[in-house]
């Protein structure tokens, strides 16, 4: 992650247990943890309108933030998990990791495509088909990526494949299995052109002259 820490406000919450929780979300709150570290962990809650916002802009648990709670010193923290109501979808708690600068994490970081209108393979009537769009990495939190890039131009013909080993790691970057080099996307041929070329397979093989006998047999 490149560029300065984002800050995430909260508040300390003075209760504990599902009665003080539900009062939070009554108030327009999220109540949420923040554990780790080898300290107390700490009940919080966040303004409901600022982790929806957080969460609809992408990338929330893959971001290391600068958590600051009045009375608190702030502390860098990474979303462990996000508990949503069943119903409409809304977050109703949240667990944040108290992390160091120097702590290896486990996180999904997304993958841009880019130069789209750039790749030749494209150009030619190939037609692009995403695998994977993010990949699982250990990460240092002082340097996550924010996201891995592939670039597509490199693509010359219709059939070309990136894998994983294509792509570029920031430092100290490493995917979490490292004995599989697996595809990441593709350029492949077309519907129409795809049913054109079994069509001609199967006249080609119409053609093929029988050798059973058929012809000038003499019995």
């Avoid at 560029?3 to 929780?21: F, N, S, V």
């Avoid at 129409?192 to 012809?215: H, R, Y």
Wanted: charged share 30%.
């Amino acid at each position: 992650m490149a560029g300065e820490i984002p800050d995430l406000h909260a508040q300390e919450r003075t209760g504990t247990g599902k009665g003080a929780a539900r009062a939070a979300r009554r108030a327009g709150m999220v109540p949420g943890i923040v554990f780790g570290g080898d300290v107390d962990p700490l009940p919080i809650n966040i303004p409901h309108n600022i982790l929806l916002k957080r969460l609809k802009a992408g990338r929330f648990k893959s971001t290391l933030f600068n958590l600051k709670v009045d009375g608190q010193d702030d502390v860098r923290v990474i979303c462990r998990d996000v508990q949503r109501d069943v119903v409409n979808d809304l977050p109703t708690h949240l667990d944040l990791m108290r992390l160091r600068r120097t702590t290896k994490i486990n996180l999904f970081i997304g993958i841009d495509f880019q130069n789209e209108d750039d790749c030749p393979a494209i150009r030619k009537g190939g037609v692009l088909t995403t695998i994977r769009n993010e990949v699982e990495l250990i990460v240092t939190a002082g340097d996550i990526p924010e996201l891995l890039i592939v670039d597509l131009s490199k693509l010359e013909e219709i059939g070309d494949t990136v894998h994983f080993s294509d792509i570029e790691l920031p430092e100290g970057a490493r995917p979490v299995i490292s004995d599989r080099d697996f595809v990441i996307c593709n350029v492949s041929a077309p519907s129409a052109l795809k049913s054109d070329m079994d069509e001609d397979d199967e006249v080609a093989a119409d053609e093929v002259p029988t050798t059973d006998g058929e012809d000038g047999d003499d019995a």
